[in-house]
């Protein structure tokens, strides 16, 4: 399992949801016990590049379960 940090946050820097509204995306963070979780660092590394150009950095963090 993988999930998304954002590069420069330090607080509450792991992607928790990514909402599509009528005036663009909104993205939640949380702290890594209620990040989102992605079965592979391919479906990860995709989302973080769709977010990187107007949300900043992310880059995805293998997780243990």
Do not use: C, W
Request: cysteine-free; glycine content about 10%.
């Amino acid at each position: 399992m993988f999930i998304l940090k954002h590069g420069l946050k330090e607080d509450k820097p792991f992607v928790k949801s990514v909402t599509i509204g009528v005036t663009g995306i909104d993205i939640s963070f949380s702290n890594e016990k209620k990040a989102l979780r992605f079965a592979s660092r391919g479906a990860s590394i995709q989302v973080g590049n769709a977010l990187r150009n107007s949300f900043g950095n992310f880059y995805p963090v293998e997780i243990e379960e």
